[in-house]
């Protein structure tokens, strides 16, 4: 029997495993210790495509050592910049608009490293925003929100007020333990284009 509390980050995965397919382009907009990057590799196989971004050098490089321990690293773009920075960089390399199945979100701090350097509101927003755009019919955000450290309250409230205040064909859902004292959560956006 497993005595640990359901993880935000496995929940996130059980959601998007049986709506990637091979083939696939998909993004991890928080990179982090590439544990997501990873996952998606996995999901969309040698012909898809799986694009990573983070800010600081330091998490492209412990992601790039998982890749390549598990043999995935030729098939990652890995992205040295602001997930802010989505659209840009990814119609930089012919990513169009709609062809995203699945963009995932882990916000907060690069476990083990600098926790002084954290996801922002405003770059957050503008990464969701940007996500929106890219995301393909059928396909899903995934925001793993972390309320516990200095700043996360603030950024996981403007998440969750960004997402309440969606339109169609956007559906948000937001998934959260009852009874834990401000606890990890997951939302996810469903595109029903």
Not at 110 to 135: F, H, K, M, R, W
């Amino acid at each position: 029997m497993n005595n640990k509390p359901l993880r935000v980050i496995d929940l996130a995965q059980e959601f998007l495993r049986p709506i990637i397919n091979s083939g696939d382009i998909v993004v991890d907009a928080t990179a982090g210790t590439g544990q997501d990057t990873l996952f998606l590799c996995q999901c969309v196989g040698a012909s898809g495509q799986v694009f990573a971004f983070d800010i600081q050098a330091v998490a492209l490089q412990q992601t790039n050592d998982l890749l390549e321990k598990s043999g995935y690293a030729d098939q990652v773009t890995l992205i040295h910049q602001s997930h802010a920075d989505i659209v840009p960089a990814l119609q930089a390399v012919a990513v169009r608009k709609h062809s995203v199945k699945a963009i995932m979100f882990n916000l907060g701090y690069l476990p083990n490293g600098d926790q002084t350097i954290i996801t922002q509101v405003e770059t957050t927003l503008a990464a969701l925003n940007g996500a929106l755009s890219l995301l393909a019919a059928g396909g899903l955000i995934t925001i793993c929100l972390y309320p516990g450290h200095l700043g996360g309250k603030t950024e996981s409230q403007a998440v969750i007020s960004w997402c309440e205040a969606l339109k169609a064909p956007f559906v948000a859902h937001h998934f959260r333990t009852l009874n834990r004292e401000s606890p990890p959560t997951l939302v996810i956006i469903e595109s029903m284009r």
